[in-house]
């Protein structure tokens, strides 16, 4: 018995249990894809493009064909007539331009990677050795890398069937949306009267890095084809394999065992996927894919990737008046799942947590030869906060004000909910004053404000500044009549069931595929509260569409909030259907009943019965009423009707050594309000994963091709993933203003960590050498490119004979060399001397 299982604690819901999951993930005792062996399986390897865009002449299999162990070796041209093209889910616009995409090229390529043919042979080596020795020719094209360039006139294309590298253009306008006022003209009066803060940010291009590669295994030698796959989306695997190949979904299962992380970059239907299951069926053998690390990196989709042009409208006191939001988005060769759709999720969140009158977002959807972009963690939103938040600490330092107040002074005030914003959704509750003023105490701001200007004043080396992000995100993607009036072409429900079984055990099916995030823990606590029984007799099961038939699975922090719900409703039935059974065994009326602790009862007396008790008593069926159908299992679905909005406060305080560059964070917090919280343990772990991935955003990662478009970060060598050691300590805390659309009052909190941090940790560092003429660095903030935005800060500064003059020396006048990064550095900007 340890702490956390407190033997006093009675309520399930909001007890900090340890994951059921977690005893056999941590000690290896489970299944991962690539463990699964089947008898006669064979292995695939692909060719890929080492070109960013070529056209495919001629493909020469011989060698590989006469190499030890090869069964088949396919090409493009082989497969096409049952490739088809791979889907987009989301077309934003009627004219949106979408190129096809076939999982195996078959003339043209259009981004360094994408496979050309596939060697299925008895061994994972031997299919290896043999891809080697497949000769493609390839007649180079121009490449088409930067998204600016790609829109201009006379541009190169990155596909030549196209007449353009736009893919879409969408915009919202709060005057037309009749939600707000023109933006334009609040931007105009503010020229003369007031104050207009102009920026382009960049978000750089980001590769998801989940823990396991992705693999997959299809079996068609049953009566079923069997399908397993390290995927966030099985139920979306099973329907676009049938849609695509024209097996009927009864005939597909899809399996997705224990899968090692996912954030968005396995919310997709896989060129490898259907490729596995065409190769499988043609051979009539199982088949196994195994991405290498490398072919994850370079291969599975991006994230992010896109340049922020935007205005801000404020009246001299720092009301803010309107805000313009002018996006170009990377979306790659191709369009996956979604891709088109995820600029759009942060059209609605750019106004964050602040009350704007007038508002404007377009969105010019790119491509480019480069790898296609899609949902990576946050999906949109992150995008979005890190705009706002770095545009609230702009306008702040041009008023020279604190950036607190200025927010302060623009956000929803607690007693306005539910608030309908500009952007046209409506928040249904929240505390932004509640969340700041605890994340103040527990940060120590005055303090940490006080010791900065000392710093300043004495001209200290390593000088500190505190980064500040408020924000607020949707969550529980859902609803679907919000997602069909976006052009989105699924729906956002989720399904449960719930079978009461005769030992008084129960079963628990989600449609909520998990991936790491402990469903099964949530879900358990859930039940046994809401049914009365022992959180061990819960049984959650998931992640294999023969078992959980029907669901929309996990992404967009949607699993609790839309699949708790499900799970509710459902146990909700459970307990209505046993109603009629209980009085009939207590010789009762169902009105002189109670439900309390997993019994019924009748009132005022010592009579009842408990849920496991009328489980088998509907088992035997041998003293039901009339007319009772013998079962209490249950179903549900449940589509809610507006999404949830958690929000929060996270303060960030770095050091940055202004001789070096180097970015040292000094303390963390965050306090998040979520709505209830069903398990503090699961709720800790996610802010710490997402605080790990922002703050990784803003200092460390990036993904970076050469001007030929090949990948130079494709090894984890390169492609500089945070460690333990170079994280701080995070101070966490909450406030719970529970959701008013759901019945359990929870909003979600996979995504948030990753949302807020990045902006927190770039405004500190920007806090902290502003006063030497620095306004912005392009992310990630590595030692270079700070040590390069002081040297330039200080030439601007001396050239405008600033005030502050830096105390630093410039390396080449003192014969110094400039500082290398630390372990990986962006090839855009070059080696160090």
């Given at each position: 018995?340890t702490?956390v299982?407190?033997?006093?604690?009675t309520a399930?819901v909001g007890r900090?249990?340890r994951?059921?999951?977690?005893?056999r993930?941590?000690?290896g005792r489970t299944?991962?894809?690539?463990?699964?062996?089947?008898?006669?399986m064979?292995?695939l390897?692909?060719?890929?493009?080492?070109?960013?865009h070529?056209?495919?002449?001629?493909?020469?299999?011989?060698?590989?064909?006469?190499?030890?162990?090869v069964?088949?070796v396919?090409?493009?041209?082989d497969?096409?007539?049952e490739q088809?093209g791979?889907?987009?889910?989301?077309?934003?616009?009627?004219?949106?331009?979408?190129?096809?995409?076939?999982?195996?090229a078959?003339d043209?390529?259009?981004?360094a990677g994408?496979?050309?043919?596939?060697?299925a042979a008895?061994t994972?080596?031997e299919?290896r050795?043999?891809?080697?020795l497949?000769?493609?020719?390839y007649?180079?094209?121009p490449v088409?890398l930067?998204?600016?360039?790609?829109?201009?006139d006379?541009a190169a294309?990155?596909?030549p069937?196209l007449?353009s590298?736009?893919s879409?253009v969408?915009?919202f306008d709060?005057?037309?949306?009749?939600?707000?006022?023109?933006?334009?003209a609040?931007?105009?009066?503010?020229?003369l009267n007031g104050v207009?803060i102009?920026r382009?940010?960049?978000q750089?291009r980001l590769?998801?890095?989940?823990?396991?590669p992705?693999?997959?295994v299809?079996?068609?030698?049953?009566?079923?084809?069997?399908?397993?796959?390290?995927?966030?989306?099985?139920?979306?695997?099973?329907i676009f394999?049938?849609?695509?190949t024209?097996v009927p979904e009864s005939?597909?299962r899809?399996?997705?065992?224990?899968v090692?992380?996912?954030f968005?970059?396995?919310l997709?239907?896989t060129?490898?996927e259907l490729?596995?299951?065409?190769v499988?069926?043609?051979l009539?053998k199982p088949?196994k894919?195994?991405e290498?690390?490398?072919e994850?990196?370079?291969?599975?989709?991006h994230?992010?990737?896109?340049?922020?042009?935007l205005?801000?409208?404020a009246?001299?006191d720092g009301t803010?008046?309107g805000?313009?939001?002018?996006?170009?988005a990377?979306m790659?060769a191709?369009?996956?799942l979604v891709?088109?759709?995820v600029?759009?999720?942060g059209?609605?969140m750019f106004t964050?947590?602040?009350?704007?009158?007038a508002y404007?977002?377009?969105c010019?959807?790119?491509?480019?030869?480069?790898?296609w972009t899609?949902?990576y963690?946050?999906a949109g939103?992150p995008e979005?906060t890190?705009g706002?938040?770095r545009?609230?600490?702009e306008?702040?330092?041009?008023?020279?004000?604190?950036?607190?107040?200025?927010?302060e002074?623009?956000w929803?005030?607690?007693?306005?909910f539910?608030?309908?914003?500009?952007?046209g959704?409506?928040?249904?509750?929240?505390?932004y004053?509640a969340?700041t003023?605890?994340a103040k105490?527990?940060?120590g701001?005055d303090?940490l404000?006080?010791?900065?200007?000392?710093?300043?004043?004495?001209?200290d080396?390593v000088?500190l500044g505190?980064?500040?992000s408020t924000f607020?995100?949707m969550?529980g993607?859902?609803p679907?009549?919000?997602?069909g009036?976006?052009?989105?072409v699924g729906?956002?429900?989720e399904?449960?069931?719930?079978?009461?079984?005769?030992t008084?055990?129960v079963?628990?099916?989600?449609?909520?595929?998990?991936?790491?995030q402990g469903?099964?823990?949530?879900f358990?606590q859930?039940v046994a509260?809401?049914l009365?029984v022992a959180?061990?007799?819960?049984?959650?099961?998931h992640?294999?569409?023969q078992i959980?038939?029907k669901g929309?699975d996990?992404y967009?922090?949607r699993s609790l909030?839309?699949?708790?719900?499900?799970?509710?409703?459902?146990?909700d039935k459970?307990?209505?259907?046993a109603?009629?059974?209980?009085a009939?065994?207590l010789?009762?009326?169902?009105?002189d009943l109670e439900f309390?602790g997993?019994?019924?009862?009748v009132r005022g007396t010592?009579?009842?019965v408990s849920?496991?008790e009328?489980a088998f008593a509907?088992?035997?069926?041998?003293?039901l009423p009339?007319?009772?159908e013998?079962?209490?299992d249950s179903?549900a679905?449940?589509?809610p009707?507006?999404?949830?909005y958690?929000?929060g406060?996270?303060?960030?305080?770095?050091?940055v050594?202004?001789?070096?560059?180097?970015v040292?964070?000094?303390?963390?917090v965050c306090?998040?309000?979520?709505?209830?919280?069903?398990n503090?343990l699961i709720v800790?772990?996610?802010?710490?994963?997402?605080?790990?991935q922002?703050?990784?955003q803003?200092?460390?990662e990036?993904a970076v091709h050469d001007?030929?478009?090949?990948?130079?970060?494709?090894?984890?060598?390169d492609y500089?993933?945070p460690t333990?050691v170079?994280l701080?300590h995070f101070?966490?805390?909450?406030?719970?203003?529970?959701s008013?659309?759901n019945?359990?009052?929870?909003?979600?909190v996979?995504?948030?960590g990753?949302i807020?941090?990045t902006p927190?940790v770039?405004n500190?560092?920007?806090d902290?050498v502003?006063h030497l003429g620095?306004?912005?660095i392009e992310m990630?903030l590595?030692?270079?490119?700070?040590?390069?935005?002081l040297?330039?800060?200080?030439?601007?500064?001396a050239?405008?004979?600033?005030?502050?003059?830096p105390h630093w020396?410039?390396?080449?006048?003192?014969?110094?060399v400039?500082?290398?990064?630390t372990?990986?550095?962006g090839s855009?900007?070059g080696s160090?001397?």
């Amino acid at each position: 018995m340890t702490a956390v299982d407190d033997p006093t604690a009675t309520a399930e819901v909001g007890r900090a249990r340890r994951r059921k999951e977690d005893q056999r993930l941590i000690t290896g005792r489970t299944r991962w894809t690539d463990n699964i062996t089947l008898p006669g399986m064979l292995h695939l390897a692909y060719v890929r493009s080492p070109f960013a865009h070529a056209t495919i002449t001629s493909i020469d299999t011989s060698a590989a064909l006469a190499s030890s162990g090869v069964v088949a070796v396919y090409t493009g041209a082989d497969l096409d007539a049952e490739q088809g093209g791979l889907p987009n889910a989301w077309p934003i616009t009627p004219d949106m331009k979408a190129p096809r995409h076939p999982a195996l090229a078959v003339d043209h390529v259009a981004f360094a990677g994408e496979a050309v043919a596939v060697v299925a042979a008895r061994t994972l080596r031997e299919a290896r050795d043999a891809a080697e020795l497949v000769d493609v020719d390839y007649d180079e094209l121009p490449v088409v890398l930067d998204m600016a360039a790609a829109v201009e006139d006379g541009a190169a294309l990155a596909h030549p069937s196209l007449d353009s590298n736009v893919s879409a253009v969408w915009v919202f306008d709060s005057a037309e949306a009749g939600t707000g006022t023109d933006v334009d003209a609040a931007i105009s009066d503010a020229r003369l009267n007031g104050v207009v803060i102009e920026r382009q940010f960049r978000q750089q291009r980001l590769v998801p890095a989940f823990m396991e590669p992705r693999s997959v295994v299809v079996d068609p030698t049953g009566e079923q084809i069997t399908v397993w796959s390290a995927t966030q989306v099985p139920h979306f695997v099973r329907i676009f394999l049938a849609l695509g190949t024209g097996v009927p979904e009864s005939k597909i299962r899809v399996i997705a065992p224990d899968v090692g992380g996912g954030f968005g970059g396995k919310l997709q239907f896989t060129p490898e996927e259907l490729i596995t299951f065409l190769v499988a069926r043609r051979l009539g053998k199982p088949c196994k894919s195994t991405e290498t690390r490398t072919e994850s990196i370079l291969t599975a989709h991006h994230g992010r990737d896109q340049i922020q042009r935007l205005t801000l409208s404020a009246t001299k006191d720092g009301t803010v008046t309107g805000f313009k939001v002018d996006l170009l988005a990377d979306m790659g060769a191709y369009l996956g799942l979604v891709t088109s759709g995820v600029p759009i999720l942060g059209a609605f969140m750019f106004t964050a947590i602040y009350k704007f009158p007038a508002y404007r977002f377009t969105c010019t959807n790119v491509f480019t030869n480069k790898t296609w972009t899609d949902a990576y963690r946050g999906a949109g939103r992150p995008e979005a906060t890190f705009g706002i938040e770095r545009m609230m600490d702009e306008l702040a330092a041009e008023l020279g004000r604190d950036p607190l107040e200025v927010r302060e002074q623009n956000w929803i005030k607690h007693e306005e909910f539910p608030f309908t914003t500009v952007a046209g959704l409506e928040y249904d509750s929240g505390n932004y004053e509640a969340a700041t003023e605890k994340a103040k105490e527990l940060f120590g701001y005055d303090a940490l404000r006080a010791e900065q200007q000392q710093r300043r004043d004495s001209g200290d080396a390593v000088q500190l500044g505190l980064g500040i992000s408020t924000f607020t995100e949707m969550c529980g993607l859902a609803p679907s009549r919000v997602l069909g009036a976006l052009s989105y072409v699924g729906g956002g429900w989720e399904s449960a069931s719930i079978r009461m079984l005769p030992t008084g055990k129960v079963e628990v099916l989600t449609g909520a595929s998990a991936h790491g995030q402990g469903h099964e823990t949530a879900f358990s606590q859930i039940v046994a509260d809401r049914l009365g029984v022992a959180f061990e007799d819960v049984e959650v099961l998931h992640g294999d569409t023969q078992i959980s038939h029907k669901g929309l699975d996990t992404y967009g922090s949607r699993s609790l909030v839309v699949g708790g719900i499900a799970i509710v409703n459902a146990a909700d039935k459970v307990i209505e259907k046993a109603r009629p059974i209980a009085a009939h065994l207590l010789e009762a009326s169902e009105d002189d009943l109670e439900f309390t602790g997993g019994r019924f009862s009748v009132r005022g007396t010592d009579q009842g019965v408990s849920m496991g008790e009328l489980a088998f008593a509907v088992f035997q069926g041998h003293n039901l009423p009339d007319g009772v159908e013998p079962t209490l299992d249950s179903d549900a679905t449940f589509d809610p009707e507006n999404f949830s909005y958690p929000h929060g406060t996270h303060l960030c305080a770095a050091e940055v050594d202004t001789e070096t560059g180097a970015v040292k964070l000094r303390s963390y917090v965050c306090v998040d309000d979520i709505g209830e919280v069903i398990n503090p343990l699961i709720v800790e772990g996610q802010v710490h994963g997402g605080l790990a991935q922002g703050i990784a955003q803003a200092l460390y990662e990036e993904a970076v091709h050469d001007d030929q478009g090949t990948l130079t970060t494709a090894t984890f060598v390169d492609y500089l993933l945070p460690t333990a050691v170079d994280l701080p300590h995070f101070t966490t805390d909450r406030t719970t203003t529970p959701s008013t659309t759901n019945p359990l009052g929870v909003k979600g909190v996979g995504e948030a960590g990753t949302i807020a941090s990045t902006p927190a940790v770039v405004n500190a560092v920007l806090d902290a050498v502003r006063h030497l003429g620095v306004s912005d660095i392009e992310m990630p903030l590595s030692p270079q490119r700070v040590w390069r935005a002081l040297r330039d800060g200080a030439a601007g500064a001396a050239g405008e004979a600033a005030a502050a003059v830096p105390h630093w020396e410039e390396p080449a006048q003192s014969g110094g060399v400039e500082p290398s990064p630390t372990r990986a550095e962006g090839s855009d900007e070059g080696s160090p001397a």
